[in-house]
């Protein structure tokens, strides 16, 4: 770890910081009341105050209720950024609490709110507290899950929910440099136990940094891999943007296309690479199904039965099945229903399932 990692943070490089958000209407700060977020409040009032004029600046904490402490540490980022001329919500996550997932589901309804207490307050943007330690986390956990090149690029310093900007300004930030600004400003900090947790799998592989620190996997280097793999990312989806095009001239007075059906011509789109045959399918089936995302490990099943069955004997035999157009793969995935048919490849909304009290209405059961 450098000197500057253990240094605070100027004024000017928290300008620096901020500086693309000087236009906004108003800002929300997610701000939980650990070092991270209550560094980014800091900053962001004393960025404020440096300007004549600037977006207004809302603090939001969520209450998940699931420690009895976090009551308590809303009420001291409300005293916090009632000191810095700042106005706060606390808002709170009700209902039931799922026994496995929590947190993913937490993560879920945190983003909820604080999009909903945007909208409320007229911002155009919602700034998290995200570091680059958070990102090497992220490196690792999709990486043990097996994500493709998309998920290795970890998160984007800019993303839209909802019709907001999810800004992560600390992303290149470490947390040590945040933890030192704090001390240098005597501003006190919670210390959320759950970060240790290792019953969640985040605190686990968090345990396990100083171990590929020692063999030159710090933090610093697992964010620049996550960014050679966001540019990769990046590269082939421009690629598959050009194989749409292409796919779409090869249609060109061809085969009618039917409005909420994406269709394909076989051997054209088996000509393609494999990461791209791979995103347009996933695509299509993420924009016409209605079971949400589409997992990567069951698309790359259905592209191996695709390839199969285009490049196939049965293919090249199944001329009397291109002409009746009956199905030589026929296959639902996310609430997509995917076929080959008469040489093409057709991705459309499947039929919704139906529920066991409506089969049975439909058998006259009780």
């Not at 600046?57 to 916090?80: C, F, I, N």
């Not at 690792?140 to 019709?163: F, H, N, P």
Request: proline letters at 5%; charged letters at 25%.
């Amino acid at each position: 770890m450098s000197d500057e990692d253990n240094s605070p943070i100027s004024a000017r490089a928290a300008r620096q910081l901020f500086a693309g958000l000087k236009a906004a209407p108003a800002l929300v700060l997610a701000v939980s009341g650990g070092p991270d977020s209550v560094a980014l409040m800091w900053l962001a009032a004393r960025w404020r105050r440096s300007l004549t004029r600037g977006p207004e600046l809302t603090v939001v904490t969520v209450d998940h209720g699931l420690r009895s402490e976090a009551a308590r540490e809303a009420r001291e980022v409300k005293r916090l950024a009632t000191e810095l001329g700042l106005a706060h919500r606390t808002l709170h996550w009700r209902g039931a609490k799922p026994k496995t997932g929590l947190p993913a589901a937490a993560r879920e309804a945190r983003y909820r709110l604080l999009m909903k207490a945007a909208h409320s307050a007229g911002a155009s943007h919602v700034l998290t507290a995200h570091t680059r330690d958070d990102q090497a986390e992220t490196l690792l956990m999709r990486l043990v899950r097996g994500s493709g090149i998309a998920g290795l690029s970890a998160m984007a310093r800019l993303t839209t929910r909802d019709g907001i900007v999810l800004v992560r300004p600390l992303l290149d930030v470490p947390k040590s440099q945040l933890i030192a600004t704090l001390k240098r400003a005597g501003i006190g900090f919670a210390d959320d136990p759950t970060n240790r947790d290792a019953t969640f799998t985040r605190p686990r592989l968090r345990a396990l940094l100083p171990q590929l620190a020692a063999e030159g996997g710090d933090a610093r280097t697992l964010v620049r891999l996550s960014a050679r793999l966001a540019r990769a990312n990046a590269a082939v989806e421009v690629l598959t943007d050009g194989a749409e095009r292409f796919l779409a001239l090869r249609d060109r007075g061809g085969a009618p296309h039917r409005v909420g059906v994406r269709s394909f011509e076989a051997t054209a789109f088996a000509s393609l690479p494999e990461e791209v045959r791979l995103r347009l399918l996933l695509r299509a089936i993420d924009a016409l199904g209605h079971e949400g995302p589409a997992e990567l490990g069951k698309v790359e099943a259905l592209l191996a039965a695709l390839d199969q069955a285009v490049h196939s004997q049965a293919v090249a035999r199944g001329a009397r099945a291109r002409a009746n157009g009956r199905p030589i793969l026929k296959q639902t995935l996310a609430g997509a229903l995917i076929s080959l048919a008469g040489g093409r490849i057709h991705i459309a909304p499947a039929p919704a399932r139906r529920s066991k009290g409506d089969s049975k209405a439909a058998r006259g059961g009780p």
